[in-house]
């Protein structure tokens, strides 16, 4: 299948105190149009500073990130801009909502940074809130919402623009088991739009429904233990 992303080599150092400390660390990664990617890991193990990597979030102290055949470093700041608004969907664990803003407006917001029309942006994310089952609630304001309906709300914002990649960054991190459980449904049912999603989690459970795992430690990929359809798959097998 045709490669969506290739990184090659990539590291991130941070200064601390007069010294390098090392983020990410030879980190060889390449995704095709979608698949679904589950990144898991304990806390400090590098997971969201490659999320936000890939995301063009950030950038590698040094290595390769090519993103649609073309070379992130290379690109403006203009089509980055372009990139993070059109191309990618991101879903936070923390909701990000506006609390001022009721759920259709939220969804809408960032389709009114890409210029949409009034009319075509507000069918867009009717129908985004209609695909993650709240059309029903699309008056209500972020308080008068539970947790999951809050992060349906966020997967309905990222998804609105018909993005071909979506971001999930720990999307059930502050959600109950049954909450957790419906909004993982809602992910998967994501891919099966043919959209590529990057998953990141702690959870192993959540990372299963994934077509692939892989197990990140001290801001390294542990190729060894990458998981494919259940297997394990050993560096050879990466690309």
């Known amino acids: 299948m045709k490669k969506l992303i290739i990184m090659k080599n990539i590291e991130k150092k941070y200064p601390c105190a007069g010294n390098q400390i090392k983020a990410l660390k030879n980190i060889n990664l ?7 990617i589950a990144i898991v890991g304990t806390s400090g193990s590098g997971k969201t500073t490659l999320m936000n990597m890939i995301g063009c979030l950030d950038t590698p102290s040094s290595g390769e990130y090519i993103l649609e055949n073309e ?7 203009a089509k980055l801009s372009k990139i993070r608004n059109k191309t990618i969907g991101f879903i936070f664990q923390g909701f990000n909502l506006i609390s001022s803003l009721d759920a259709l407006e939220n969804v809408e917001l960032p389709l009114i940074y890409r210029g949409i029309p009034k009319i075509k942006r507000r069918e867009l994310a009717k129908k985004a809130l209609e695909q993650v089952g709240l059309s ?3 008056k209500h304001k972020p308080s008068q919402l539970s947790g999951g309906q809050q ?9 609105a623009g018909n993005p071909r990649i979506i971001l999930a960054d ?19 049912s994501l891919r099966d739009k043919s959209r590529t999603i990057i998953l990141i989690s702690h959870d192993n459970s959540i990372a299963e429904k994934a077509d692939r795992i892989m197990t990140m ?23």
């Open 71 to 77: 070379l992130v470093s290379e690109m403006s700041e």
């Open 170 to 188: 720990e999307p059930t991190g502050n959600l109950d088991a049954s909450s957790s459980e419906t909004i993982l449904k809602v992910i998967c």
């Open 30 to 36: 390449s995704v095709e149009y979608g698949e679904f």
């Open 136 to 138: 029903q609630r699309h």
């Open 217 to 239: 430690s001290d801001g390294m990929i542990d190729n060894s233990r990458q998981i494919i359809n259940n297997s394990f798959y050993g560096a050879d097998n990466f690309f």
């Open 151 to 159: 992060q349906k709300v966020a997967i309905a914002r990222a998804i």
